[in-house]
Nanobody
Framework: QVQLVESGGGSVQAGGSLGLSCAAS????????MAWFRQAPGKEREGVAA???????RYADSVKGRFTISKDSAKNTLYLQMNSLKPEDTAMYYC??????????????????WGQGTQVTVSS
């Protein structure tokens, strides 16, 4: 069982930056693929970024060039650095894990483990 705990959410003005962290509790962390998803009120949960066990990354078009996903295997921690934030980035952000990087990584149905979420609010 993989347990995921997100932190780092908060409120920021448009154009600002925030960094999210996701602590994973499993000795197999280094072999897992990880991802960040977000869900705004009334909208579907959508994939933001993913990182494979080999370090390969995927990004949603809406965040390319602004968000960076990374991981520190020694600390069992996943990160999401968010720059140039926009009001439309406002959402609950979730960390997800899977034993492999799904081909359709942006679909929430392809990830097995989830954190409880952390709120990000961007004001204009």
């Amino acid at each position: 069982q993989v347990q995921l705990v997100e932190s780092g959410g908060g409120s920021v003005q448009a154009g600002g930056s925030l960094g999210l962290s996701c602590a994973a509790s499993t000795y197999t962390y280094s072999g897992y693929s990880m991802a960040w998803f977000r869900q705004a009120p009334g909208k579907e949960r959508e994939g933001v970024a993913a990182i494979g066990s080999d370090g390969s990354t995927r990004y949603a078009d809406s965040v390319k060039g602004r968000f960076t996903i990374s991981k520190d295997s020694a600390k069992n921690t996943l990160y999401l650095q968010m720059n140039s934030l926009k009001p439309e980035d406002t959402a609950m952000y979730y960390c997800a894990a899977n034993s492999r990087l799904p081909f359709r990584w942006a679909s929430r149905f392809n990830w097995d483990y989830w954190g409880q979420g952390t709120q990000v609010t961007v004001s204009s």
